[in-house]
Structures are given as structure tokens and as C-alpha cells.
């Protein structure tokens, strides 16, 4: 049975005269891997920052987990275990490895012992062995796919029910955004966390998602489970070329 996490209802969003989000509505069940698709400047990101309470919406309505947060602050939401990933995986490039996966779990410390955040850590090294055997070395002199990795890991640590994944294969070559994707459904697979996940790359998003939203100028154009919408001829038109 599917229950609703994430719920958007009929939301805009305009950055002055520019109406970036023209009433929207999707919703993401507890569980799935969502991709959200669409050619640069669709509207993609704006989503996931009206999401994150960054952007608050224009008009429109935002549920997580059956409670609104379309006014809330982004702090508040964070601490609701809603947790963005933003694009060019921000990390802290003069802390080590591990000091990154502690921050992560910052949020919820006061809550959580030491011993269940070093409990954790060795679960998020289960995922990413590379990262703990880099586990003292500077976050600015790993390689882009480890920083990605990084990026996702920390985000773990604040033990994520829903987790916004703003394009991880950004500048990735093709076998690591294949290998940072498999990481994103490990992720699900093993720490039961949800995935809304923006991706430039629509044939491996979709090779690991359960469905799909496309979104142009603003709005939602198609929807439906990723294996229709890989094989739907207009996405394979615009998104896939000859593969
Ligand atoms: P990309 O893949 O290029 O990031 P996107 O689908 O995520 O694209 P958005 O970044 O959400 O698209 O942008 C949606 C629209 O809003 C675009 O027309 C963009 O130019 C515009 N936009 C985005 N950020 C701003 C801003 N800070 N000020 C004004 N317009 C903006």
C-alpha cells in the first residue's frame, strides 16, 4: 500500500516578473525513488527550494507527511527530517571526511547519544567504503563522484524521512553518475529513505526511479511509472536521442 509523503498542491512561483512555477501539483509516496525531469530552466530547482522553504510559493499549498509546511522556515523543515542536497554538492572542503559526517548530524545531536551517531556513521561507511578510507582527508581533495558521495552521506546522517537530491551527477563522468545513482537507490533500498531527485540525466534517473514528473515552462507536461516514461516517444525525442 502507498501513502502520501510529499504533496504539492497547485503551487506558483514567480522571481519577480518571471513566473518560474505555474500552478504545480505532484506528490511523492513514502518509499518511491521520484525523478523530476525537464530541460534547463523548466523549473526544477525552484521546486525543490519552494520545497525546502527556501523560496516560500507565490500561491498554492506544500503537505509533508499530512501536516503544511508551505510557510514554514527552512530550519523548521529541516528539523522535520526533510532535507535538501543542493546542486554542486556543497562540502566543506577544509573539514576532513569525518568531521562533514558529524556535522550532518548536527541537527538532531541534542537528541541522539554519541553512540548512536557513531552507529550511523559505520552504516553510511557500509554504503560508501571509499569514504572511510578517506575518512581524515580534507573534503576539497576528494574527486568530484566522492564529494557527491560526501554530500549524500552527510545528508544521511541527519536521518533523512525525505531526502530533495538536486542533480548529484552534475559534472559527474558517465560511470560515476552511473555509479552515484546505484549509491541513491542503495539509499532507499537499505535506510528506507524516500528520493525526490532532480537529474539532467533522464535515462539513468529513470533506470532507477519508480516514476517520473517532466516539467517545461513551469508545469507539469507528463507524469507516469519510469518505465513508460522511458519508453514514451516524446521523451525519447527530446531527453534520450537514439539510445
Ligand atoms: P536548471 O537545470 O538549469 O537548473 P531548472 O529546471 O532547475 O533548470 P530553475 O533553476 O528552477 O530551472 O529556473 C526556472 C526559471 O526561473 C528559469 O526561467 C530561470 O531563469 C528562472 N530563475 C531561476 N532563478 C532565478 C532567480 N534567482 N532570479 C530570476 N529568475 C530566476
Redesign the pocket.
Known sequence: MTSSILEIKDVSYS?GP?K?LDHISFEVNKGEIVALL?A???????VLKNISGLLKPTAGQIFFENEEITRLEAEKIVEKRLILVPEHRQVFSTLSVIDNLYLGAFHHYKKSGKKEIEQDIEKVFGLFPILKERKDQLGGTLSGGQQQMLAIARAIMSKPELLLLDEPSLGLAPLIVKEVLNYVKQLRDEFEVTVLL?E?NVSASLKIADRGYV?SHGSIIKQGDSINLLNDPEIKEAFLGHT
Open positions: 522571481y518571471i518560474a525537464g534547463n530552466g523548466a523549473g526544477k530547482t525552484t532532480i539532467q516539467m
